[in-house]
């Protein structure tokens, strides 16, 4: 990674990489203060996330951010039913480092360097307008066969499809050494399809249905609370936490 070049993107006024670091990945923090070296250094994939935003200064977060109020405020005006559209316009890129072979790649390292050329190679506005994103890396699994995930969401589907399409020729151009990808879409609260009743089966959707009925109240309450909470930990302008010399 080109340190010098990832500050003078964000000393442009284009888009700028902001990392609020998760304290489990200190390890790799240092390294990205210290000059992110290409090979040769390992370092651990502990659990936890840390979480990031790819837009211009002056971004608000209400601009951004899915309004997770609103989903609830649906839900309960439908009676604790939730319609297909609502579901689906919420979704996400889902990119999974695993470990492969005998080698110990360092799942983290390789995420965080994919994401800063990404940074790089698409910080001009203008020319990639719908290339911004929020985010996480990381993982909460202990097991290291799950492997480590990056998250990133977007503010349509168009703009979804144009951030897979670069992150898919990013990817074939990162060599193996340890490692496999997998890239995919999926839901943005990924546990709402499994809360509602007949989303999953086709011969239910067939039927006509429109709404669906929401199996849990509680439960859709609890995961829609800590879908704010994580709202919480993304940078923007407000914050100090950046990543370069803003």
């Known amino acids: 990674m080109d340190r010098e070049k990832v500050t003078r993107t964000m000393e442009t006024g284009k888009r700028r990489l902001l990392l609020n670091w998760c304290t489990a990945h200190d390890e790799l923090k240092r390294l990205v203060e210290s000059g992110l070296p290409d090979e040769g250094i390992e370092i651990g994939n502990g ?14 977060e209400q601009d951004i951010l899915y309004d997770i109020d609103q989903i609830l405020i649906l839900a309960r005006n439908n009676h604790y039913h939730l319609s297909r559209e609502v579901i689906t316009q919420h979704n996400k890129i889902v990119l999974t480092a695993y470990p492969e072979g005998a080698s110990q790649a360092s ?61 898919e020729k990013l990817v074939s151009e990162i060599p193996a050494n340890g490692l496999r990808f997998d890239l995919r879409f999926s839901n943005g609260l990924s546990a709402l399809p499994r809360m509602l009743h007949g989303f999953d ?27 704010k909470q994580d709202y919480e930990k993304y940078l923007f302008d407000h914050s100090s936490m950046q990543v370069g010399n803003n």
């Open 201 to 227: 089966d086709p011969d239910y959707h067939r039927s006509g249905v429109k709404d669906y009925r929401i199996t849990d109240s509680a439960r859709f309450a609890i995961l829609l609370e800590q879908a």
């Open 107 to 167: 799942l983290l390292t390789k995420l965080y360097s994919l994401v800063a050329s990404f940074a790089i190679r698409f910080s001009d506005t203008l020319q990639y307008p719908s290339h911004g994103f929020y985010g996480k890396f990381g993982g909460i699994y202990e097991r290291p066969e799950k492997g480590r995930v990056l998250a990133v969401y977007s503010q349509n589907d168009d703009a979804l499809l144009s951030i897979y399409e670069s992150l």
């Open 47 to 60: 659990r936890g996330w840390t979480y990031l935003t790819f837009f211009p200064k002056g971004i608000r």
